[in-house]
């Protein structure tokens, strides 16, 4: 019923910058939160960067200083704008969403895109 469609992800060079995006449609009534988590193979996923519907932003320690999440409420997307980028930050990342939808709360994920930080 809710889709996210993630993009952006690609290769750049260490000091480089990538621009994710990720956009939700469907039966959507509210989106209380967004934001992306990575997951390289055979590691665990973490949370990197998360904003909720007042504003508030969360980030690992990571990637603090170096990315921004930022959405646009008229497009129901969320954007992480990755700075300064690292062979470390190389992964998959995953959107994440928390929507109401017919008046229920659900957790929806991206199909992942990758993003590779080359040395």
């Known amino acids: 019923q809710v889709q996210l469609v993630e993009s952006g992800g690609g290769l750049v060079q260490a000091g480089g910058s990538l621009r994710l995006s990720c956009a939700a449609s469907?039966?959507?009534?509210?989106?209380?939160?967004m934001g992306w988590y990575r997951q390289a193979p055979g590691k665990q996923r973490e949370l990197v960067a998360r904003?909720?519907?007042?504003?508030?932003?969360n980030y690992a320690d990571s990637v603090k200083g170096r990315f921004t999440i930022s959405r646009d409420n008229a497009k129901n997307t969320a954007y992480l704008q990755m700075n300064s980028l690292k062979p470390e930050d190389t992964d998959v990342y995953y959107c994440?969403?928390?929507?109401?939808?017919?008046?229920?709360?659900?957790?929806?994920w991206g199909q992942g895109t990758q993003v590779t930080v080359s040395s």
């Open positions: 994440n969403a928390n929507i109401i939808s017919k008046k229920f709360e659900y957790n929806y």
């Open positions: 469907g039966s959507i009534f509210s989106i209380n939160a």
């Open positions: 904003i909720i519907s007042g504003g508030t932003t």
